[in-house]
Structures are given as C-alpha cells and as structure tokens.
C-alpha cells in the first residue's frame, strides 16, 4: 500500500481523536457502599477497639503487640455511643465517597469489632485512601476511603493520649 498526503493525514486524525477521547473520557464509576455485613458489625459490636499503628509493618517481629502485621502505638475501647457514632459517620462517608487511591499502604489506624460471633479487622491507609478488611469467616477484601476520617480518628485518640504515628 502506498502512503500518501491524505492517507497520512486521515492517520494522524483518527490518532488524535482517539487519544482525545481517551484522555477527556469520563473516569468509571467509583461509586461504592458499606457492605451489610460490615455495616451491621461495626454499628453494633459489643467490644469496639480503635487502634494507632506504626505504618512499617513488623515484618521482624521486634514488637510484641501488633495488629494485623503493624506494631501498635496504643489502642482504647470506644463503647457505643456519640463517639463511635461519630467514628462511623466519619469512615461510612470516607468510603461512600471514595475516589482512586494511591499506590502506598501505610496504615496508621485499625478496627476490631466483635458482635455476637462476627468480628471484623480493618486495616486502615487515610493515606492512599485504603482499608483492608477482614472477617472471621475467612473473608479479606479491600475497600476505598477519603483521608477526610482521619482527624475524627486522630481526634479520638488523642482525647484519650493514645500517642500517632509521626512517620
């Protein structure tokens, strides 16, 4: 096949508007919603730990208290109330209206909740917008998050002196 002027230039149209189209395309739907399961447990545990984690994972066991693999910084109870209230209000709205997340996982914060028989472990990246999330069925998966929950939970711990992450 022979090239020419108008063969080319038709080429380098069609090349320019696809990548137009590619670049000025609509993002897919990031829409995503608290899972039940989750939901429920979180609302109504009978115990509800809310944990401050270093982000290095403790991959050398030189801590002895970690959470999910992250040593941990301190750790209080929240009870059911306007503070855990507040607490899910916060991260139900961080993942209700999550965008993409970052690339990293450097979690300073952490979940477990136990409700009856159900327990949930959140590992949580405000960061790179993050949360790992485990139950005690044997089921792990991810969700997205905003970094707006993160002064709500930094707020909580530092009300009770539990000391942050400065990494």
């Known amino acids: 096949m022979k090239w020419n002027v108008r063969t080319v230039g038709i080429l380098i149209a069609l090349t320019i ?5 590619l670049v000025f395309a609509q993002p ?8 039940e399961e989750l939901k429920n447990t979180l609302e109504h ?30 750790k209080i109870q929240i009870p059911a109330g306007q503070e855990r ?3 899910l209000i916060a991260l139900f709205d961080g993942i ?14 952490g979940i477990r909740a136990k409700q009856g028989s159900n327990s949930i472990e ?9 949360i790992q999330c485990s ?6 998966f991810m969700l ?21 992450s400065k990494k």
């Open 135 to 140: 139950l005690n069925n044997g089921t792990n």
């Open 122 to 130: 959140l590992v949580i990246c405000f960061e790179c917008g993050h």
């Open 17 to 21: 508007a696809v990548g137009l189209k």
């Open 45 to 74: 545990a009978e115990i509800f730990t809310l944990f401050s984690l270093d982000p290095e994972p403790n991959l050398e066991a030189k801590s002895e208290t970690t959470f999910k693999g992250y040593p941990q910084l301190g």
């Open 85 to 87: 209230t507040n607490l």
């Open 28 to 35: 897919p739907d990031l829409k995503q919603t608290v899972p």
């Open 144 to 164: 997205r998050t905003t970094q707006m929950p993160t002064e709500t939970f930094n707020g909580v711990l530092r009300k009770a002196k539990v000391p942050l």
């Open 96 to 109: 209700t209206n999550a965008g993409w997340g970052a690339w990293c996982f450097n979690p300073r914060h």
